[in-house]
């Protein structure tokens, strides 16, 4: 069997192993979060309406006897109904998806457009002694600050300035294209800042090594050195940081969609959790975790295409 | 003015093809770069529903955009939900068998009228003429169906029956439209508690059940549910409505942060936003932005939690901190004015509320005074649960805090989160010496719903007064209302002299709106029949 193949075979493997680990602490992490039955009686403390609906949930079964049907249901797909509006669970988390994945690819095309370039420039520049370095300087002294700044600052400033003052994007609902700005940005901010550094260090030592001294010696002006010689290899470092970046999209997007008002699974799953809606939560759990995994594949994917040491190793 | 939700599809495909010869530049991570593009114009494209309701929203001037602090998570499922979020929604919608008006007063709304036939059966009088807005009549069938699904079949474990409506037995059809409702046990609450209990349109129900019902629910309200989206409820004028709307449609946003809704409305990206905080007030009146301010059922206090050997089990302690704590100021400054000082265990417009009672006066003096004498001369050391849930209420507690200290009542705060802190409300298992509660009177504006923590027959009550808690149990099970006032007002006179709470304000609900007219909240609900827009939004 040759090694793309059984690399091929591990995949599913891995993410069954994963799901099953994930699945099973959410399990019992949920379960420690408090009973679901005070939540949906209401003000009602009245023991037999409480036990009445710990019967209905199952939740008067024994832990393991749970856990069991729980893991079988699981298998066959089925995450039960949530226990809050009677929907199938996982097709609420399934409804979701689509604008989560929208932010999520808006965000990572914004992120990437802006990092890279301004990585390279950086990299090329901060170090000379011009006005370009003051710039180059400035600029980097600007996105160490910007590090610094919580996403949720950056989200009320974005829609102070371009919803509120002047007017240019809206800053609430899934209202299509314009939409995205906002929600977008907010997640580059604070993606960016450290893939900027970090390409900028790559870069600058890309530029002191013997091949983009050759390339300059062979007449290649400064703007190709850097970017079809220094930025390439910068980036081998940076893919890596790039993967995992995609793969904790989630943490900043639950944060995006509260404050934009974003209908996605970041909401969701903040709803569910303080609901106890236990369905719920793990159907958005699960969908979550084939997406980090998923993106940690594509990750795995891109160094191997982009790094021939790794390839062949 | 930049217009960019011009942009289409055929902008989506020149933008990811620049954005591809873009990354092309950058040779190594093109893959990534490229499928993020791409994704974006392909998730985009299929996302065409929601810029095509955005632009049909903003092409019709009388369809009015709102911000929400949260939709129903039921949806609309009739079982699912009492008051907020649903009271924000529903009855845009929905109809009820009566209705609870500003001043707390039921008045008939699909009921016409109510006898109370013996202490445990209802007879309802249904309006005439009334159809679902899907052609349906409303009629008794309609009642008694909601009756067997929501409180006695489907629903039978869910919010509406355990919590508002436990006592209903059965409905039995008089003719089409008259209807007797039983309860088990007596209920002098009932017609307030219909407020919240909507009919079902039968021949509708049964076509398509509870489940889907609660997505495309149907009612004899002033408008009809067009699609219930994630986050999003678009709705459309129903002008065969009993009480037809002025608007042409609604369209719910839900945002559930603040600071959000108020750029919102700022913005003009929509016409009223829900639920503003008190610290906005002054700031969105200078941007002409009109606010309305109506009372808010809600309560906020201090809870004792009496032990043996504790130094609350001292009247005069407890009598102190009452003493000690500005309540003028913070309603004043803290809240901006959207609140009043708290007088008694309930509400503007709740059964029973004597407007003439006064607060126990700010004296910081007497409370200090009160303290020597109960032998206390260095001060006491307390400790409190404390739920946080906004900016304004950390604002407050400071507040009360600062006060507290200035008498010598030292608090230490366990802050904690809103599932913990419920589920020690439900259960009684506080720990500590005082825990924070804002309690909501709403749906019903009932009183009771803030004594009922406190009564001695509740488990692990946190004070038991046996007095006062006899006098409220009686009137639990009082139906003459000069009597029921009358035990109320002694509760409320022993209460003053031997406090188990510290009572702090009542709330005000703060809406902000623009280019509106004829906004009209009752008891929370928003009369979503008569609210119509006054121009075109400059920002449109």
């Known amino acids: ?313 | 003015m930049l217009r960019l939700e011009r942009l289409g599809t055929r902008h989506g495909i020149v933008i990811a093809f620049w954005g591809y010869r873009l990354s092309r530049s950058v040779v190594q991570v093109r893959g990534i770069f490229m499928a993020s593009w791409v994704g974006l114009l392909l998730l985009t494209s299929c996302d065409s529903n929601s810029i095509e309701t955005q632009r049909g929203a903003s092409v019709d001037e009388n369809i009015i955009r709102i911000a929400s602090r949260r939709l129903p998570p039921g949806f609309a499922n009739p079982a699912a939900h009492t008051g907020q979020p649903a009271v924000d929604i529903w009855p845009a919608f929905f109809d009820a068998l009566t209705y609870i008006n500003a001043d707390g007063d039921v008045i008939p709304w699909l009921a016409t009228g109510w006898t109370q036939l013996t202490d445990t059966r209802w007879r309802f009088e249904l309006r005439n003429n009334v159809r679902f807005s899907n052609g349906e009549p409303f009629d008794a069938d309609a009642v008694a169906l909601a009756v067997n699904e929501i409180l006695l079949g489907y629903g039978a474990r869910d919010l509406v029956r355990t919590s508002l409506l436990p006592t209903v037995s059965s409905a039995e059809i008089i003719d089409s439209h008259t209807i007797d409702i039983v309860t088990a046990e007596p209920d002098p609450l009932l017609p307030k508690r219909l407020s919240q209990f909507y009919p079902l349109p039968p021949r509708y129900f049964a076509e398509v059940g509870p489940k889907t019902f609660a997505r495309k629910p149907i009612g004899t309200g002033p408008f009809i549910v067009e699609r219930w989206e994630a986050g999003r409820v678009l709705m459309r004028a129903n002008r065969q409505s009993w009480r037809p709307p002025a608007a042409a449609g609604l369209d719910f946003i839900e945002i559930p942060e603040p600071i959000a809704r108020r750029q919102a409305i700022e913005s003009g990206q929509v016409q009223l936003a829900m639920y503003l905080a008190p610290e906005d007030i002054t700031d969105l009146k200078q941007k002409d932005i009109e606010i309305r301010q109506a009372a808010e059922p809600r309560l906020r206090m201090l809870v004792f939690v009496v032990r043996e050997g504790s130094p609350l089990a001292s009247r005069e302690v407890r009598l102190a901190m009452n003493h000690a704590i500005d309540k003028d100021s913070i309603v004043k400054y803290l809240l901006s004015g959207a609140g009043v000082v708290a007088t008694q265990m309930g509400v503007r417009g709740s059964e029973g509320f004597d407007d003439t009672r006064q607060a126990i006066p700010y004296d910081p003096q007497k409370a200090r005074a009160l303290l020597l004498k109960a032998g206390y001369p260095k001060g006491i050391d307390l400790e409190m649960d404390l739920l946080v849930v906004t900016n304004t209420d950390r604002a407050v507690f400071e507040a009360i805090l600062a006060d507290l200290r200035d008498v010598g009542v030292r608090v230490k705060v366990n802050t904690m989160e809103f599932e913990r802190w419920r589920a020690k409300l439900l259960t009684g298992d506080w720990q500590h010496d005082l825990f924070s509660f804002t309690v909501a009177l709403d749906p019903l504006l009932d009183i009771t719903k803030a004594w009922q923590y406190l009564t001695c027959e509740r488990p692990n009550t946190p004070f038991c007064q046996p007095e006062i808690s006899a006098l409220i149990d009686q009137r639990a099970r009082t139906f003459d209302l000069g009597e029921r006032d009358r035990l109320l007002q002694r509760a409320h006179d022993q209460m003053m002299v031997d406090p188990p709470v510290v009572l702090v304000h009542e709330m005000e609900q703060i809406t902000g709106y623009r280019d509106l007219e004829n906004l009209q909240v009752d008891n929370l609900m928003i009369r979503w029949d008569q609210i119509r827009k006054r121009t075109r939004s400059a920002y449109e």
């Open chain 1, 1 to 313: 069997m040759n090694e793309t193949l059984r690399r091929a075979l591990r995949i599913p493997l891995n993410l069954a192993l994963l799901l099953l680990a994930t699945l099973t602490l959410l399990f019992f992490l949920v379960r420690l979060a408090g009973d679901p039955a005070l939540i949906l009686s209401g003000e009602s403390s009245d023991p037999a309406v409480l036990a009445d609906i710990r019967r209905h949930l199952g939740l008067d079964q024994p832990l393991y006897h749970q856990y069991l049907i729980f893991l079988w249901q699981a298998i066959q797909l089925d995450l039960g109904a949530s226990w809050v509006s009677g929907q199938d669970a996982l097709s609420l988390a399934l409804e979701r998806l689509a604008p989560t994945l929208t932010l999520a690819a808006a965000a990572i095309a914004v992120h990437l457009s802006l990092s890279i370039p301004l990585g390279a420039f950086l990299g090329a520049t901060r170090s000379s002694t011009g006005t370009l370095g003051r710039v180059a300087r400035s600029l980097d002294g600007a996105i160490l600050l910007a590090q610094g700044i919580p996403g949720y600052v950056v989200a009320l400033m974005l829609i102070q300035w371009f919803a509120v003052e002047w007017q240019i994007f809206p800053s609430t609902g899934n209202d299509g294209a314009t939409s995205l700005v906002l929600p977008a940005l907010t997640i580059t901010a604070f993606l960016a800042p450290k893939l900027i550094r970090v390409l900028a260090v790559n870069v600058q030592d890309a530029l002191q090594d013997d091949y983009t001294m050759m390339a300059r010696a062979q007449g290649a002006g400064e703007t190709t050195v850097v970017f079809r010689h220094a930025l390439p290899n910068a980036l081998l470092g940076a893919t890596a940081l790039i993967g995992t970046q995609i793969a904790n999209l989630v943490n900043g997007i639950i944060i995006t969609e509260t404050i934009f008002g974003w209908p996605g699974m970041g909401r969701l799953l903040l709803d569910s959790v303080l609901l106890l809606d236990f369905p719920v939560v793990q159907a958005v759990v699960l969908v979550t975790t084939i997406l980090v995994f998923m993106a940690n594949q594509l990750a795995d994917y891109a160094i191997r295409r982009v790094d021939p040491r790794i390839r062949h190793a």
